[in-house]
């Protein structure tokens, strides 16, 4: 038993020998090559590794799931609502789902008897809003100040252009409409300027359509 012990442990401990060895010879050859390629002043190495990146990206674009239908014109009615759980101030929906080449008719409607709330949606780099709809009315409170509204909304845009506030009805039934078309896939974020800070946000996902063409 003694001698076998010994032997057992003579076999694994040169396993352990041939393993680093192969390691080290793996390492020196490893080394040799980017040695080699960086003192010929190459970039193939690199230039094959961006090239396969490339060709993978692409490989997993196309299969993205896309749709292919004729862009359309859909409307989505939006409301205020206090959050059930967290008693704090949310969209109903918080996600849409449009194709891109959609052109979409938002009705914002609002039944806080507090807060001035708004939908507010910039496309990627813009200082502008693609749409902002302002359901306030004088007497409503500014959340992010403290104060009350004394004068109607203000700064509303539609598809992107200031416009005049077309906010209807009194406190507590407010709505407003405006609407955008989207021709770049991707997720949105639309939120309410005065509560995006406690959650009041949410997601448009536009579908790559292969039905949509510029
Ligand atoms: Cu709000």
Redesign the pocket.
Known sequence: MQSLRKTKRRGSSGAIWAVAIVALILGLSSFGYAYIATSSGSNSGEVNSLSSSVASLSSELSGLHTVNMAPQTRTIWVT?QLNNGSVQ?RFDPTTMVINQGDTVNIVFQDNDTG????FTLYLPGASTPLIQLNDSAIGLDN?LNGGVFSQNPLNCYSNGSPTTCNTHGGIGNLKSTGSFTMTTPGVYRYY?V??QSIG?FGFLLVEPNQGYHS
Request: overall charge negative; glycine content about 0%; charged content about 20%.
């Open positions: 205020w101030d807060d001035a709330h708004t959340f309410c005065y509560h009041m």
